[in-house]
Structure formats: C-alpha cells, structure tokens
C-alpha cells in the first residue's frame, strides 16, 4: 500500500528544485522546498516530514553532515541524497551513515518515484502506530477469537527477543501489520526497519537489493551498491513473500543467517551485522521444498518462531469486531460521520467465505459505506458490494487478455488469491472444449493435436464436465 508523503526537498539549485516538486506533485505528494543546508536541517526538526530528499552539495551545511545530524535525530525519517556523477563515493559513505539510497543526476524520473514510494512506505511503517485491540487513530489489530489472541501472545513474547520470526497465512490475513506490531513493540523500535517485497523486485536485482555490490560486480554495476541488510544494520528487516526467492538468494540468506555477516556481490570483505529478520510469506513452503523451489535448511533457519494467521474463514467470530471497526475507520472520509450497520448485514457479512480475508472484507466495508450514502448500511448494500467485485468470469467468448485484467484487478483489490489457477483453469478449459469440439468428439485426435496423452485428454475432459463418456469414432 502505498499513500502520498510530506516530502521536504532540500536543493540549492532552483531549477532542479522545480524540476523534482513538480514531479512529486504529480505524484500526488506534498512538496516543501529548502536552499540551504542548515535551513533543510532546521526545517526537518520543526515539521513532520515521511521523507527528506537532499543534495549533497549544499551551502550553509553539507548534504552529508545533514544526514548524519538528521539520521541521529530522526532515526525513523528516509533521507535519499541526489548527487552528480563523480561525488558518488560521498554518497555512498552516506548509506553507511544512514541515508535510505541515493540517486544520481540527471533523474531518471521512473527510479526516482519508485524510490520515493518505497522509502514512504517504510517510513509509514516505522512510524504508523499498530496498536494490539482497538485504540483511539492508530491502527490496530481487531480480534477477540481465541486465534487471534494467542497471536497477540505470541507478539509480545518474541517482539524483544532478537530471533528470526517467520509470519503465515493467506493473503489480506494481517502479515505485514504484525510484522510492524513485532517491530513496534520490540527494542529495536527506534532503530531502522527496512522491508523488502522478494516478490516484487526481479530475481537478477534481488540479491544486489539484498546484499549489494562492489563496482563492477557484474555489468551494469557502475558503482558500490550498500544492500538493505547493511542499511538494517542494528535494525529489523522484514524479508516479505519470502517464498518467492530464488534458490541462489536463498543460499545466501541462510548463509547470513547462520554467520550475521555478508560479502557484497563481487566483494571480499566480510561485513559483521545485527540485523533482526522477520520474513513473511503466503505460500505452502513445505510444498515448495518439496519441489525444491525452497531450501529445507533456510526452512529450519526461519522457522525459530513461526506465527500462522488463521484464514477469516476460521475466525467468523471476529467478522463483527472487524466490520465495526472498518466503519468507524472508513466513514469519515466516505462522509458518515457515526456510520451504522443493520444486524443482518453483519450476519450476511460472516457467511461469506472471504478468500481474500481481511483485508477483502475492509474493501467490501468501504464500498457498501458508499453505497449506503449516509444512511445506515443495509444487507442489500453489503451484498452489492460483494457483487460488484464478484470474481470475475471467464466465458467462450470473452477475450482472455481481458479475463486476466479483470483476473488482475481483482487480484490486485485482494478479492481472490488464486489468479494463476483461474487463469490456468480457463485456458485449459478453453482449449480442451475446443479441440474436442473440432475434432469431432475424437479424444485420440483432440489428444494428439493437443500434444496431450490420450490419458490426460481424458482426464481433463473429465474435470471440465466435457467427458461423453467413451470416444466417439476410433482413431
Ligand atoms: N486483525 C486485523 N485487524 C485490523 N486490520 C487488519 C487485520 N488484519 C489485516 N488487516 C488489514 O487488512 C489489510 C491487509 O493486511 P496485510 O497487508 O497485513 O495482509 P498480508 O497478510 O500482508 O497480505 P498479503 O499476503 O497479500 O501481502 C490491511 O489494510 C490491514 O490493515
Ligand atoms: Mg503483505
């Protein structure tokens, strides 16, 4: 999730300033500009920022010392220092000393806004309170069922124990929000918390995103890259979909796990670190050791403490809480000062399966408060907002580039947690009714065309209810 930051823009040069406000703007963040090095520093202490973007050649204090001084004073605030080509061994060295990342002049403007973004987002997740029970603005993880208190346990156990946690559970099911209650509540709340999406980031990037490099490393390493790992340095890091990693990273990781030290890629210095880990992921990882596609001894490394999310399914009892608590959260701004919710709909509401849990059933809330207008929520409205995010269908007709963009969204609102095998399902579908269609009912034929075994020819025609029984004319 990603939502606009207060961003201060530290620049001695007008027209780069200009530059760098209007894009952000465009971006939808608020933008304050500062000229000088002591007025950035003196203005970053008076507001509150989520962001500091500085130039490392400043008048009034240096780029440099303005991140040591800020880092000391803001642990939890990302500063990315901009810098021309030649002084990038200065900002380098400002990595050490606590600067999120730096970015060379000219911009390149995709980097640039995807650095913002991410560098927000950590700052929204070091400081954004997550609160154990409903309290006050902060937010807060709801549940009374006997599940979602013997987790609230478990966090408060382990939150300051420096072990490796490793977080379960479907998706929209609260990973990432208790990995920030875990970190909040432990002793290193004040120092960096870095989270990285191993999903996100593309295999060949993701171990120099991790570990770093040296110049030259590999082509296209132009500079020294100082990894996350490093940056978390006395801090947690958050290793999310961790079961998306590649084998190679993998091996890696259990390294460091094992030794609390690294080597840059390319490099040969080995670097002693304190870095807490905490890793997340959705996916079934004894299945995937199973497919060697997970090393069964980062398995063991991770698994010190592991905490499983039950699915909403199996916690309908915390529906209720849930719901309320999405209203109050969302009414406001959707114009419902006091919102209010009929009884049955809150009985509709934990009938539903939720394959997309929690944080499916925050969207459904969310668009049957605008449908209700102001007026009290209704069954009707919580149906039609389940329907309108009905999961989408995919018929004969239909392309299937457009099946997978409505796949995608829905996806994407976390709806469904299962697009591959929907996917999958419908082409196959769709392939297997056609051949056997346009071969007449001719299993041996279709089979053939298909480059299928006429076993599997059978046994799809099975699944999809396209099976007559017996072959129509033999081959
Ligand atoms: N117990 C809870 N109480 C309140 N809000 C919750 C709870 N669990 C989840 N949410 C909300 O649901 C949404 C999804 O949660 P989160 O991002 O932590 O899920 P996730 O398990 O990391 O999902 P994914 O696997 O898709 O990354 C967030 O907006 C979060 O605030
Ligand atoms: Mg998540």
Not at 12 to 31: N, P, Y
Not at 404 to 414: F, P, Y
């Amino acid at each position: 999730m990603s939502a606009a930051a207060k961003i201060l823009v530290i620049e001695d040069d007008k027209g780069i300033a200009d530059t760098l406000s209007r894009v952000l703007l465009e971006e939808g963040h608020e933008v304050a500009v500062e000229r000088r090095g002591d007025q950035g520093l003196a203005r970053a202490g008076r507001d509150t920022f989520n962001l500091v973007i500085t130039d490392l050649r400043l008048p009034g204090l240096s780029g440099l010392e303005l991140v040591r001084q800020l880092h000391a004073a803001q642990p939890r605030l990302p500063i990315i220092l901009t810098t021309a080509f030649g002084t990038t061994e200065t900002a380098i060295e400002a990595t050490k000393f606590g600067a999120y990342d730096y970015l060379l002049k000219p911009f390149d403007m995709p980097r640039l806004i995807e650095l913002v973004r991410q560098a927000a987002d950590s700052n929204r997740l070091m400081c954004e309170p997550v609160s154990l029970g409903e309290a006050g603005a902060s937010d807060a993880l709801v549940g009374q069922s006997a599940a979602m208190q013997a987790i609230y346990k478990e966090i408060g156990r382990v939150a300051s124990k420096p072990v490796t946690v490793l977080i379960r559970g479907e998706t929209g099911t609260g990973k990432e929000l208790i990995a920030r209650a875990i970190y909040q509540h432990s002793e290193r709340g004040g120092a960096p918390f870095v989270a990285v999406n191993c999903a996100a980031i593309p295999e060949t990037l993701l171990e120099s995103e991790l570990f770093g490099h040296e110049k030259g490393a590999f082509t296209g390493a132009h500079s020294r890259r100082i990894g996350r790992f490093e940056q978390a340095h006395r801090g947690t890091i958050l290793l999310d979909e961790i079961g998306d990693m590649t084998p190679g990273t993998q091996v890696k990781l259990v390294r460091f796990l094992q030794e609390n030290a690294l080597q840059r890629l390319g490099g040969k210095e080995n670097i002693l670190l304190d870095v807490r880990v905490i890793a997340a992921t959705h996916r079934d990882l004894e299945a995937a050791i199973g497919r060697q596609e997970f090393r069964e001894d980062l398995y063991y490394r991770l698994s010190v403490v592991v905490i499983t999310l039950p699915p909403l399914r199996q916690r309908r009892e915390d529906i209720a809480g849930l719901t309320r608590y999405f209203l109050r959260k969302h009414g406001p701004a959707l114009g419902h000062a006091e919102p209010s919710i009929q009884p049955e709909a809150i009985e509709f509401l934990q009938a539903q399966p939720w394959p997309g849990n929690v944080r499916q059933l925050e969207n459904i809330v969310r668009k049957a408060l605008l449908l209700a207008q102001s007026y009290t929520v209704t069954v009707d409205h919580a149906r039609a907002a389940l329907d309108k995010t009905a999961v989408p269908d995919f018929s004969a007709k239909r392309a299937f580039s457009e099946y997978v963009d409505d796949l995608l969204a829905a996806a994407r609102r976390g709806e469904l947690a299962d697009a591959h095998a929907r996917a999958m399902g419908a082409a196959e579908r769709e392939l297997f009714g056609r051949a056997i269609a346009e071969a007449g009912g001719n299993q041996a034929k279709a089979a053939r065309w298909l480059g299928v075994t006429r076993v599997t020819m059978k046994a799809k025609l099975v699944q999809f209810g396209l099976y007559a029984g017996h072959d129509s004319e033999p081959d």
